[in-house]
């Protein structure tokens, strides 16, 4: 159907390039059509209708929900993007507006595309913030770094410095939102920096090993999802001791609710130096 290949809403416009033709259209039933012109599913995403009614595009933070990038602190306002022209301020709606090129577009959902989307994060949101759409876009390798970095070299006007900030920052081996946020905090200390390092003896990768020996680790809440997971960690936890690494490791509330006090711990852990045996 055109209008889930659109993502569950659309424009008049756009679904006739989909083929379906008018007659179609002009029979759909009211639990369709949303406004003069707009269709959408009953479950279609609240971003994707509200820019399908408004002749727009759903944008920063809610395109990057939509592709899939997540978020450190959720934002439940809608952001969507349009040409120009006058709109209502709408409850829980931010516009923006900026004349997008097809290239900037998603091909078939009313939303901006990845890279224009994780640009737009970049410019407005604090640098966590942007840090997380910017790692999971790397990381997922729906963006590349040579246009990323390419781009933010080119940017100019409100926000660009922010841009050109965040590349700087981000790291496409981060795994989650977690590890992004606890990799900016630990950029703060004058250390050696290591992302996902592997460890003789080690099943998996450790998320950050400082200054060549003091082990960090974002914890998540599945972590220990079962008995084999609590197994493994065990022995993931000998096999550092038996290396000679300290380990620290950090929950999301940790990082969350307290970044000053996890730098605190890193940092007084570092000044005591590594063991010597």
């Known amino acids: 159907m055109a209008l889930q290949k659109c993502g569950g809403a659309a424009r008049w416009k756009t679904l006739r390039g989909l083929g379906v033709s008018a007659h179609v259209l002009r029979s759909a039933g009211p639990e369709l059509v949303i406004a003069r012109g707009t269709f959408a599913l009953p479950d279609a995403p609240a971003a994707l209708v509200t820019a399908a009614r408004v002749g727009g595009v759903a944008s920063h933070g809610s395109a990057a929900l939509l ?60 640098l966590p913030e942007a840090l997380v759409v910017m790692d999971a876009a790397l990381h997922g390798g729906m963006v590349r770094r040579g246009p990323l970095q390419t781009a933010a070299d080119a940017a100019r006007g409100h926000g660009a410095a922010a841009l050109r900030r965040a590349v700087r920052f981000a790291d496409e081996l981060a795994a989650s939102p ?4 606890l990799r900016l905090i630990l950029t703060i200390l004058d250390c050696e920096l290591r992302s996902q390092v592997r460890i003789p003896g080690v099943v998996a990768p450790v998320d950050f090993v400082l200054d060549g020996w003091l082990v ?23 096999a550092l001791a038996a290396h000679g690494y300290v380990l620290l490791r950090f929950t999301w509330e940790d990082v969350r609710f307290r970044p000053g006090w996890v730098l605190e711990q890193v940092a007084r852990v570092l000044s005591l130096g590594p063991r010597h045996h």
């Open 67 to 126: 592709h899939g990038f997540g978020s450190w602190r959720p934002d439940p306002t809608l952001d969507v993007t349009v040409a120009a022209g006058s709109h209502s301020p709408q409850p829980g709606v931010r516009i923006h507006r900026a004349r997008l090129c097809p290239a900037e577009i998603d091909p078939f959902r009313p939303l901006t595309a990845t890279l224009r989307t994780v640009l737009d994060c970049a410019r407005i949101m604090p």
């Open 216 to 238: 960090v680790e974002a914890d998540g809440f599945e972590f220990h999802s079962d008995r084999q997971a609590y197994r493994q960690d065990r022995g993931r936890l000998n």
């Open 178 to 181: 977690l590890e992004s946020v």
